[in-house]
Structures are given as C-alpha cells and as structure tokens.
C-alpha cells in the first residue's frame, strides 16, 4: 500500500537549534515529491518539489534533499517565525494527480 | 490574483442536514480536488476532477457528491451530514504533475 510516513509528529527547538524532519514514502515510480508549510486556520502552502534522487532544493533557512525511500527537511538556525506544520505528499504513479500527505510534523521554534 | 477561494470558513450542521461546499479558481487549472483534514491524519482526497464534466472518487468518498461544470468551480456537496464528516475541508488545484495550490479551509462541524 502506498504511504507517507513523517518523523517526528511534533519538535520543539530553540532559536538558531537547527534540526531535520523526515518523510518516508513506499511509493514506487515517484512522480514527484512536495513540502509544504501550513500555518495554523491556513491552507497548506507551497514550499519544494523534488523528482529524483539526490536532488536538493533550497529556501532561506530550509533545505530539502531526496533519496530513493525519504526526504529531509532540514532547518538550519530556525527562528519563532518558522513555527507551522510541515506537509510531505507525493504523486501517486497510477492516478492522474492524486497526491498522498502525510499526517505532517508539528515545529515550535521558540526565542 | 485571488488563487483558489472557498466558502464558508465555518458552517455548522445539524446530522442529516445537506450542504454545499463552494471553490473556485482563478488559474485555468485543470485538475481540482476536495482534501478532508483529521487530527493525526494528514490530508485525505475525497473527490477529483481533471476537467469540466469530469470527476472521479478519491480515498474517501462517501457522504460527498461533487460536480464540475465549468473550470473555474468545484463544489462539493454532502447529502445528509453525518458527525463523522466533522473536519475541515480544503479544495485544491493544480496544472499538469506541478505543486497544488489551497483554498483557505471550511471548519465544518456536524452536531
């Protein structure tokens, strides 16, 4: 069965404590890969794509890299305005453009 | 350039009652979606459309009608609302296998 798994539910860092999330697929055929940021009573908000292994994209203090079963996001000296929860979703090879998310990871950068 | 607009942010229902969940786009994308949103459980595809006339079952489906008569709309219909359908909902829309774009969520809770 096709899943999206992310690691760890919830984080809570200090400002400037860089840290990884972690998303874990059993998708075969990747059609792509997606981060997202939502912001709580917002919808999810586009942050990455990624479509091969080894791939890595970057934005301000966010990193996401790709191998052929997970994706990090990494957070390098996060401040309080990084706080949201982080979606991983990939394409589903078989169904036009159904995309499985996972359930997310919930970050608190605190001052 | 407005994106992706839902209504209402919030409704609540009385168990039986129907409804109407409206989006609309304003990108000429073809492909759009309704996401149910859990606590715990990432976002779920309840019902897709890859064009006006168009639209098929996602993951979980039923409860929920939908229909796509032009581009621009899709609105999502529950028959006869149950306490189980107590979430909030997102619409999508997306061009080709690119990143999808969110409305800003309906709270819907059924009581």
């Known amino acids: 069965e096709d899943q999206v798994t992310q690691s760890p539910e919830a984080l809570r860092l200090q400002e400037g404590e860089s840290s990884s999330l972690n998303c874990s697929y059993t998708?075969?055929?990747?059609?792509?890969l997606f981060w997202y940021r939502q912001d709580p009573g917002k919808g999810p908000e586009f942050l990455f794509t990624l479509y091969s292994a080894g791939e890595e994209k970057e934005k301000e203090r966010l990193k996401a890299t790709l191998t052929k079963k997970e994706s990090f996001l990494h957070i390098t000296a996060p401040k309080p305005e990084d706080s949201a929860t982080y979606l991983c979703?990939?394409?589903?090879?078989?169904?036009?453009?159904?995309?499985?998310f996972g359930a997310g990871t919930r970050l608190t950068v605190k001052p | 350039n407005a994106g992706v607009t839902q209504t209402p942010k919030f409704q609540v229902l009385k168990t039986g009652q129907s409804m109407t969940l409206q989006c609309a786009q304003d990108m000429n994308h073809e492909y759009m979606s309704w996401y149910r949103q859990d606590p715990g459980m990432g976002l779920r595809l309840i019902h897709y459309s890859v064009g006006a006339g168009i639209t098929d079952q996602g993951e979980v489906p039923n409860g929920y009608n939908v229909s796509r008569s032009t581009t621009e709309d899709f609105p999502l219909r529950l028959l006869s609302a149950a306490p189980s359908q107590t979430s909030v909902y997102f619409c999508?829309?997306?061009?080709?296998?690119?990143?999808?774009?969110f409305g800003q969520g309906t709270r819907l809770t059924v009581v």
């Open positions: 979703a990939v394409h589903l090879p078989y169904n036009n453009n159904d995309m499985r």
């Open positions: 999508a829309s997306t061009q080709g296998l690119g990143e999808a774009f």
């Open positions: 998708v075969s055929g990747l059609r792509g």
